[in-house]
């Protein structure tokens, strides 16, 4: 494959300088204001058949928190870091902050949910998936929780 026919290099000129679609970026996890040159972990998505990529969400520094991602199938997706940027229009006296340098961390191809973690990448981490507990069998439950009386049973000191 030549790097014309790559496609995480038309995808990074596309994401370069993308819109962050807030006025006021914060961490969507600690809630820290984020500022122009600061550093951010991004996850930017285009479902199948859209044209453009949107930004998710953003989070501090350069891949700090921990990053739960569920991929999904027929939407390509990444978390990429890079730092913020403005973009000012003068006609319309606007400014807009955007995404800078964006460096793929991980990426999900619209094929599947499984996650492709770029061994370039300036974080060590894998993407962490939330961790699916088995549901309680309805009868292990009743049995556990209930009384004949449909009351719960006293508490046991411990």
Same mark, same amino acid.
Request: proline share 12%; glycine share 6%; with cysteine.
């Given at each position: 494959?030549t ?15 993308i819109? %962050? ?16 040159g &600061? ?35 027929g ?8 730092h913020?940027g ?13 995404? %800078? &340098?964006?460096?793929?961390v ?30 309680t ?13 449909g ?8």
């Amino acid at each position: 494959m030549t790097r014309h026919d790559d496609p995480h290099v038309a995808d990074l000129s596309q994401l370069t300088r993308i819109a %962050l679609d807030t006025e006021d970026p914060i961490c969507q996890v600690c809630g820290q204001p984020l500022r122009e040159g &600061d550093d951010i972990t991004a996850y930017a998505y285009r479902a199948a058949g859209e044209p453009a990529y949107q930004i998710g969400y953003i989070m501090c520094g350069a891949d700090v928190h921990e990053h739960p991602t569920v991929f999904t199938r027929g939407v390509r997706e990444y978390v990429l870091t890079g730092h913020i940027g403005t973009c000012s229009d003068i006609q319309t006296q606007s400014t807009t902050f955007v995404l %800078l &340098d964006p460096t793929p961390v991980v990426t999900s191809p619209t094929t599947t949910v499984e996650p492709h973690v770029h061994p370039e990448a300036p974080t060590p981490r894998d993407p962490t998936q939330p961790r699916q507990r088995e549901p309680t069998p309805l009868l292990t439950a009743i049995r556990e929780h209930a009384l004949s009386d449909g009351g719960s049973p006293p508490e046991r000191p411990e």
